[in-house]
């Protein structure tokens, strides 16, 4: 029985997939290859990231002080000076309330640990338990010699000048931003052609600051809903400084999941270690917990919609590897980097990976009723 003949190859699409298997393996060997030249550089590219992220959120503002009759260069200074006040107001509300509380932390750890104790007193049958079975295994307590590292005043004051650098020219790179934008605009709308190329890129910056900017003004307002409400509750539970408080919870709820875990555990630190038993040390905890329950679930998803519906796998993958180039500064940075791919993938289409494997094409070509 004669075999089946094999359909006819065709030149142009083996060449396009050869290409797509460049262009990804290329893809891949960037992102692997990215975290050590961005965290080797990151004097330099922290900066330009948080200033083109910046500047973004900022320009919409700019553009409504520029139609009230301002000039560019005003409305653009006026934009980063709004921006400048909000971020100093949240540090001082922050900063020298946490610090005067961390001068009481010795006695907040040492309260935890004499509760610790009693736990473990009432417990002490497994201690005993524990002690013998190391006993048997031959285990022998050695002395451990800890060494004392820098205070955290020491690493503060060695980490100031490089901090205030990189604000500096975060500053000056958003402004610059910020005020050419006006110019870029009309650059890219100038070939007005159907179809241009120039047009395209106008479109996808366009969609780009409005998806960016709309998502953190909407965060903003949620999380600022949020912090007042955190705010009121320290003032009627009694903890001090309930404005540091509710500018904490504020500022970790721009970091999806890990920040409102990291205030839980926070709150029951300081809850432990002020409150005079467990129950009262855990329910400010509980109550946070309860409210980020309701806001995550019900309030956020209501307000933002399915625009702004990332895949949760992706976001806590963009906060972890943002994390590990760039620390704090990188997470807080993740969610926006991540909304400005979503953007472009919306425009460029979403690469096939599965199908790619089985001889779909990379980027499959766009339908009758897709976005253009």
């Given at each position: ?5 094999l ?15 460049i262009?990804l393996?290329l ?15 990151a ?23 520029a ?33 005067d ?6 006695a907040m ?5 004499q ?33 004392a ?50 047009l ?5 910056i ?16 949620i ?6 409400i ?12 309930p ?21 839980v555990?926070?709150?029951a ?26 806001e ?25 590897y ?25 425009h ?9 494997i ?9 339908g ?5």
């Open positions: 029985m004669p075999e089946p003949a359909p006819p190859t065709d030149p142009a699409a083996q060449q396009l997939r050869l290409l797509s298997a262009a393996m893809g891949i060997g960037l992102f692997l290859a990215l975290p050590f030249v961005l965290s080797i550089g004097v330099v590219f922290l900066p330009l990231t948080a200033a083109l992220i910046l500047s973004i959120v900022l320009a919409p503002l700019a553009d409504r002080l139609r009230l009759g301002l000039p560019n260069l005003i409305a653009s200074l006026m934009a980063l000076a709004l921006a400048g006040v909000v971020f100093l107001a949240l540090l001082s509300t922050i900063l020298q309330p946490a610090l509380t961390f001068d009481r932390l010795p750890a040492q309260n935890v640990a509760k610790v104790s009693q736990l473990r007193g009432n417990l002490g049958w497994l201690n005993d338990l524990n002690r013998q079975l190391l006993r048997l295994a031959g285990h022998n307590q050695a002395r451990e010699v800890v060494l590292g820098p205070s955290v005043i020491e690493q503060l004051a060695f980490a100031t000048p490089a901090v205030v650098l990189e604000m500096l020219l975060t500053a000056l790179m958003s402004f610059f931003m910020i005020e050419s934008r006006i110019r870029m605009r009309d650059h890219l709308l100038h070939d007005r052609s159907p179809g241009s190329a120039g395209k890129a106008a479109r996808v366009r969609e780009v600051q409005d998806l960016v900017a709309s998502y953190m003004a909407t965060v903003g307002l999380n600022l809903g949020i912090g007042i955190v705010g009121m509750a320290a003032w009627a539970l009694g903890l001090e400084a404005v540091m408080w509710g500018g904490l919870a504020a500022m970790l709820n721009f970091l999806p999941y890990v920040g409102p875990l990291a205030m555990v926070v709150l630190l300081f809850g432990l270690g002020t409150a005079p038993n467990v129950f009262q040390g855990l329910l400010p905890a509980t109550l946070y917990l309860g409210l980020h329950a309701v995550a679930n019900l309030v956020t998803p209501a307000v933002l919609g399915r625009r702004f519906t990332l895949n949760p796998v992706l976001i806590l993958v963009a906060i972890s943002f994390y590990w180039i760039w620390g704090v500064v990188g997470a807080l940075l993740a969610m926006p980097i991540l909304l400005i791919f979503t953007a472009l993938f919306h460029v289409g979403k690469p096939n990976l599965i199908g790619f089985f001889g779909e094409p990379l980027f499959p070509e766009p009758p009723n897709a976005a253009g």
